[in-house]
């Protein structure tokens, strides 16, 4: 096999790269009211939605271990590339960079390059299918790295939460402001950084206004957007996910144009109703 990218479970793939042996999905562990559940796409997002709203606690993620990492690495491809969600808010990078290592100690002339995506979710997914279609034109491993590497700083990565009972339970949100929100309705516009990190642009009173919000500040923050993809994963909510695209693709030429439903990781924390969008 001439390649292998390999994605942690946060990152969602298309149904033809779920089947191709070029990919590979690492799973991380979800724990929702007292159950551990891997990741694994065996779980739909309506049913573990369900499961979240139905724990009384936080919901929680594990990393993957190195050694699962490295099983994913160990195909015999030329080239591998591994994606994970950002560093600032997993251990997965740090052990995918260790499964690196030890796959090197037994093939250390391998190419193989791990990325932190500094994004989560389809910001993961992205740039997997953009080394795909490099690589599929024959480019070298190393500018694959190289634009790979000035590209996840660069993107855009913004979200609209419906639901905020993930963030009154992790504490980023106390309950009377959770209450407060919920009966006036107040939406979150959020991003993730240069870094990593989370932080939030606006707010607005409805999903709709806040949709709107989000739609203006992606146009507005992409100068180049005939040259990107755009990606946009929705959690339980393929009509809003629709909306979004098409607002986008009124204001904006785009390369080309995935849409998604979240996996579990990105479930557990965008919540019912919750709109990602890259680009």
Same mark, same amino acid.
């Given at each position: 096999?001439?390649?292998?990218? &390999?994605?942690? /479970?946060?990152?969602? #793939? ?5 089947q191709?042996?070029?990919?590979a ?7 929702v ?9 065996h ?5 573990? &939605?369900?499961?979240?709203?139905a724990d009384?606690d ?10 699962a ?20 808010? /997993? ?10 290592n030890?796959? #090197? ?19 993961e ?26 590209? #996840? ?8 939460l ?9 504490g ?31 707010q ?12 203006g500040?992606?146009v507005e ?19 809003r996910?629709?909306?979004v ?6 204001r ?11 996996g579990?990781v ?11 969008? &890259?680009?």
């Open positions: 096999m001439k390649y292998r990218i &390999v994605v942690d /479970s946060c990152g969602e #793939l298309p149904e033809k790269q779920k191709d042996e070029h990919f999905s690492v799973p991380l562990t979800l724990r009211n007292g159950e551990e559940i891997a990741d694994d796409g779980m739909s997002c309506r049913d573990l &939605v369900e499961k979240i709203a009384p936080c919901p929680k993620s594990a990393c993957p271990s190195p050694e990492y490295l099983r994913a690495y160990d195909c015999g491809a030329d080239h591998i590339y591994c994606l994970t969600l950002s560093a600032e808010l /997993s251990g997965s990078y740090q052990s995918a960079v260790i499964g690196m030890l796959y #090197l100690e037994d093939h250390p002339d391998a190419k193989i390059h791990v990325f932190n995506s500094v994004s989560a979710s389809i910001g997914s992205i740039p997997a299918l953009m080394i795909e279609q490099m690589e599929e034109k024959g480019l070298d491993f190393e500018e694959i790295v190289r634009r790979i590497e000035e590209y #996840l700083p660069q993107k855009q990565t913004l979200f609209v419906d639901n905020l009972e993930t963030l009154r339970k992790n980023r949100l106390s309950r009377m402001k959770a209450i407060a929100a919920t009966i006036l309705k107040i939406k979150p516009v959020c991003y993730g950084t240069p870094e990593g990190t989370i932080g939030q642009l606006d607005a009173r409805g999903i709709n206004k806040a949709i709107q919000k989000m739609v500040y992606a923050r992409t100068p180049d957007p005939e040259n990107r993809i755009l990606g946009i994963t929705h959690c339980n909510c393929p009509d996910a629709e909306i695209k098409n607002a986008l693709l009124e904006m030429k785009v390369k080309d144009v995935y849409v998604l439903e979240t579990g990105s479930t557990l924390y965008a919540n019912d109703g919750g709109i990602i969008v &890259v680009i």
